[in-house]
Structures are given as structure tokens and as C-alpha cells.
């Protein structure tokens, strides 16, 4: 979810965000986009949640609404 955030709050406008973007920037908040930077930020949030579902496996369906959640923290835009 943080890894997230913070590539939204760096590609997504004040509009879409609900707050206002670029705030971490403004106060040289440690980010994972100005750590790792923008690419390798999406990079590992696409490896966690790629993690976070294969843990989920053994238990089937009944963890389908994990999946939603976990596919639900990559798409959102706010």
C-alpha cells in the first residue's frame, strides 16, 4: 500500500488524489520513488503483491477477497 502512495503522490494530480500531490517532495519525506526511484518503485510493489497472492494459494477461493484487495492496492488512483 506505501509503495503505492507514494508513486501516486508523485504521477497522479491534487484532482484524481483527493490531496494535494507532491507533498512528500515538499517536505523531503523519505519515498520509496525518491529511494528507489519511480520504475523500481512499480517494480517492487508489483513483486509484493505477485508475493502476497502466491502465499495466498493453498487456501482457494476462500481467499478471494484477499485477491481483490491485493489487486485493488495496484489499481487504484487515489
Not at 494530480?13 to 523531503?28: E, F, H, I, N, P
Request: net charge negative; glycine share 8%.
Amino acid at each position: 500500500f506505501q509503495i503505492i502512495d507514494d508513486i501516486l503522490d508523485v504521477t497522479a494530480d491534487s484532482a484524481t488524489l483527493g490531496k494535494t500531490a507532491g507533498k512528500d517532495l515538499l517536505v523531503d519525506k523519505a519515498t520509496y520513488p525518491k529511494l528507489m526511484g519511480l520504475e523500481k518503485s512499480k517494480e517492487r510493489a508489483e513483486q509484493l503483491i505477485k508475493e502476497a497472492k502466491e502465499q495466498l494459494e493453498p487456501w482457494g477461493d476462500k481467499a478471494g477477497p484477499l485477491y481483490g484487495l491485493a489487486d485493488f492496492i495496484t489499481a487504484r488512483k487515489n
